[in-house]
């Protein structure tokens, strides 16, 4: 089309507010009338003739809401879903949700609005957090929980987590006991086995569809309904770009569309899995493919975009992060844990894995699958192909060779049966192309939360992590900032960081509901990654020297670098880390967050003309070791 629409815009004309419902494989696109709830086919030369509705985008960080204000987020979500998600009579589903929430239809239109205007559960949010957390629940009131999962939720009336919830509020109150939060408790049902929860629920039936034979996942019936998620290391060596030499194995996470099979995203790096690249993976599988593409040099149909309604994960440690688990609620993602001892359930991703590594198996360097099918073959003697080398091979396999060949398991290769879904075949109609960030202020928040996140008070030398000091003009008007919860206290900001990368941090401004990049307070400090920094920490304290601040750390690290560049020619252990340190960077450089010009914000805090010097003072300077 003329003009990049994607499913959920809302749109102006004729009169008429409309909502895209369907992009149509030949540039058309169906639409919802928001009015009347009819349908209309209309062209592209119409859809760019007509104004589009500048949608409003969620700015506030998912750090900022309180557990309270986030229970009664999802209870919205959980009302107004149902509405969004047929196309009945809508007024009648409107007072009907009114009345069973003890609210005016108005309010629900209200809440309707927002969550289309931004597609986020923070949307909802009515105030910014409070910063008291809620205590643990007590043992009565743990056991009413049991008690109504057991007597009302686990049973063939399928009642609503809503009404369950309810029902135990009422139960708590008669035993004169403060009933846990709606999240509490919805992650209590969240943490059932699905075998136990459908087996409950529904029955035999249930228990017949929970013995599947391998190949099968349930509800995964049209695309992006559930994404299943997992790493390994790959069996290969690769080499550096200097001098060619041998490096260890990379780590790669994938992400697998188990409606179509197609990869949906994916993260190579040599530091082992974690949050970092969980997210990266995430993030590329939620984000249009077209930029990907063209960093990449390739040319191929990746159509792949859009927020899925379940990520499907193992156990792993890396996958229980709680900034993991609120960035998949703030967009509608149900993140789910596979049962203990139900291998039916991560097939998939290991058949793909396992397809990727035979393929790999054929490239110089490979270690195969086991050390005892290598014989004579030496690895490192053979290796050959560097990270960018390897990345671009492994784009070229996925998107060009396993998308297009025929899948056994579903009898069409993966972008068939991805468009088949899409766009809709003779069996069954089409979802159309799933919602997806495409400015890039929404892409950049995407990316955001789900990085690593921590609070911290702003001083005179800016704000302090890791005895790294960050300084921009951005901050003057929190200096020394009272907490306005408790005036005795230093006010704390949501700090978010990309572990490839601590040169910057980014910090979310209270006021301007915004992220500005924060870089070094001292601007000659070397860019490095958390991993570096957690060695240079290693290296002091062997040497009985305490990290007390940047001088000293960065005075260690540039005698680490000396060292290191004495030693004889690229010992194993400098190829590493260089590596590493490039690959970190190419990355950040390809999928890293673009920055905002530090500003002073408008009508900044009012300050005393004594504190002007405190305010615009020149930093403190850095002392060598």
């Known amino acids: 089309m003329a003009e990049q629409f994607v499913i959920g815009d809302l749109l102006d004309g004729d009169g008429h507010r409309y909502c895209v419902a369907r992009i149509l494989d030949n540039g058309t696109a169906r639409l919802i009338d928001l009015d009347d709830g009819t349908y209309r086919e209309v062209t592209d030369l119409w859809m760019t003739r007509i104004a589009r509705h500048a949608k409003k985008d969620s700015h506030a960080d998912l750090g900022l809401f309180s557990e309270r204000h986030w229970d009664k987020a999802l209870q919205r979500f959980e009302i107004i879903a149902p509405i ?250 149900d993140l789910e844990f596979r049962p203990v001892r ?3 359930y991560g097939g998939h991703i290991e058949r793909l894995m396992g397809t990727l590594m035979s393929e790999i198996h054929a490239l110089p360097g490979t270690t195969r699958s086991r050390s005892t099918e290598l014989g004579d073959y030496k690895p490192e003697e053979k290796a050959a192909m560097t990270m960018q080398d390897f990345e671009l091979w492994f784009a070229n396999l996925v998107i060009g060779h396993y998308h297009h060949e025929v899948h056994k398991g579903i009898e069409l290769p993966p972008i068939e049966k991805f468009k088949e879904g899409i766009f809709g075949c003779d069996n069954s109609p089409g979802i159309g192309l799933p919602l997806a960030p495409t400015s890039d202020e929404a892409i950049q928040k995407l990316k955001l939360d789900f990085m690593p996140m921590a609070m911290r008070t702003v001083q005179r030398e800016g704000i302090a992590i890791d005895s790294i000091h960050y300084q921009a003009d951005v901050l003057r008007p929190w200096v020394e900032a009272v907490d306005p919860a408790k005036p005795s206290a230093k006010r704390k900001f949501i700090i978010r960081r990309d572990p490839r990368d601590i040169s910057c941090i980014w910090f979310f401004d209270p006021k301007l509901k915004r992220y500005f990049r924060i870089p ?106």
């Not at 004889?568 to 690959?583: D, F, G, H, I, M």
């Not at 920055?595 to 004594?610: F, G, K, L, W």
């Open 84 to 333: 969004l998600a047929t196309s009945g009579d809508r007024i009648a589903n409107v007072l009907a949700a009114a009345e069973r929430a003890k609210v005016d239809r108005a309010t629900i239109f209200r809440w309707m609005q927002r969550y289309q205007d931004t597609g986020t559960i923070s949307s909802l949010v009515r105030k910014p957090r409070s910063d008291q957390e809620r205590g643990r629940i007590n043992t009565t009131a743990e056991m009413l929980v049991l008690k109504v999962l057991k007597e009302h939720f686990l049973t063939d009336q399928k009642q609503e987590i809503t009404k369950s919830y309810r029902d135990l509020e009422m139960q708590c109150r008669n035993a004169n006991v403060p009933p846990p939060s709606y999240s509490t408790f919805y992650r209590r049902i969240n943490a059932l086995s699905t075998v136990v929860r459908i087996s409950a629920r529904d029955g035999k039936s249930g228990k017949r569809r929970m013995k599947q034979v391998v190949g099968r996942f349930p509800r995964a019936d049209f695309p992006y309904s559930v994404l299943q998620i997992d790493h390994t290391l790959v069996d290969i060596r690769l080499v550096d770009e200097v001098k060619r030499l041998p490096l260890p194995r990379p780590y790669i996470t994938v992400a697998i569309d188990v409606f179509s099979r197609m990869v949906v995203g994916y993260y190579i790096s040599f530091d082992p899995p974690g949050v970092l690249g969980t997210a990266m993976c995430i993030a590329m599988s939620i984000l249009p493919k077209a930029p990907f593409l063209h960093v990449m040099g390739l040319d191929y149909d990746y159509p792949c975009q859009g927020f899925p309604k379940k990520i499907h994960v193992d156990n792993a440690k890396e996958f229980r992060g709680n900034a993991l688990k609120k960035a998949c609620e703030e967009y509608g993602i």
């Open 342 to 344: 139900t291998p039916n």
């Open 520 to 625: 070094y307070l001292n601007p000659l400090f070397p860019a490095i990654s958390i991993w570096e920094l957690r060695e240079i920490k290693a290296y002091l304290k062997q040497r009985g020297k305490e990290a007390k601040n940047e001088s000293v750390l960065f005075s260690a690290y540039n005698e680490m670098r000396r060292i290191e560049s004495q030693s004889v020619e690229e010992t194993k252990r400098v190829r590493v880390q260089t590596a590493k340190k490039n690959s970190r960077a190419q990355k950040v450089a390809q999928t890293g967050l673009k920055p905002h010009p530090p500003v002073i914000p408008p009508n900044p805090q009012t300050v005393d003309d004594d504190d002007d010097d405190l305010i615009l003072q020149t930093p403190f300077k850095v002392e060598p070791l």
